[in-house]
């Protein structure tokens, strides 16, 4: 692990750098928040309501889209829950889709570093997935912040790659990817199963702009 969360600890107990309309505690590194991202060229929202502590983050969020030519009409609802030093804990997927109907994903990983995945049709997977810590909700830029946040990666420590348990939307497919993170003046350089860009965060270190992807709203 690269450097720590201590770079956006310092930021997030500063009331003049905390996000609009949040709750903060400079005493107990704390707060809560609501960030909403539009999606870029497409009919996509996605809104996510934050409980931070320190590296801790607990996200109630959903994304709503329209069809594309890559996927049907969705809405996708989460809860993620995060432990102390930022690490996936477990993460709730609800999902409906114009043809599939309502479906539902339970992810947890365990101190072990073992993730299981229940599935809606029954089946359960259990894996490593590569020594990955964190979740990228295909789609959504706060899954970003998670690695980020946690490893505090700057300019010196070079391009950083990083395991993720990856999920697809809107079908639910899950598999290992890697997370290619740069630091630069102007953002962080990002190559993901999906995108080649560079993303821009906020001072808490949650993303502000994903060129291609999403912009803040």
Not at 27 to 46: P, S
Not at 74 to 89: K, M, P, V
Request: overall charge negative; glycine content about 8%.
């Amino acid at each position: 692990m690269i450097g720590g969360s201590a770079r956006y600890r310092s930021r997030v107990s500063s009331p003049q750098t905390a996000p609009e309309g949040e709750q903060s505690s400079a005493a107990t590194d704390e707060f809560k928040t609501v960030l909403t991202w539009r999606g870029e060229d497409t009919d996509r929202l996605e809104q996510v309501r934050l409980v931070v502590s320190g590296a801790r983050v607990k996200a109630y969020g959903r994304i709503i889209a329209a069809a594309t030519d890559d996927h049907e009409p969705f809405s996708a609802s989460y809860e993620l829950q995060t432990t102390d030093t930022g690490i996936t804990r477990r993460l709730t997927v609800h999902l409906i889709c114009g043809d599939t109907g309502e479906t539902q994903f339970g992810i947890t990983r365990d101190n072990e570093g073992t993730w299981l995945i229940r599935r809606p049709d029954g089946e359960i997977i259990q894996s490593d997935f590569e020594g990955a810590e964190d979740v990228d909700l295909a789609l959504s830029p706060m899954f970003n912040a998670l690695p980020l946040r946690r490893m505090g990666i700057t300019p010196a420590d070079g391009t950083v790659e990083v395991p993720v348990m990856y999920m697809y939307l809107p079908s639910g497919e899950v598999k290992p990817a890697t997370m290619s993170y740069t630091a630069t003046a102007d953002g962080v350089d990002l190559v993901s199963p999906l995108a080649t860009t560079t993303i821009t965060l906020d001072d808490n270190g949650f993303v502000a702009d994903y060129p291609g992807l999403a912009r803040r709203v």
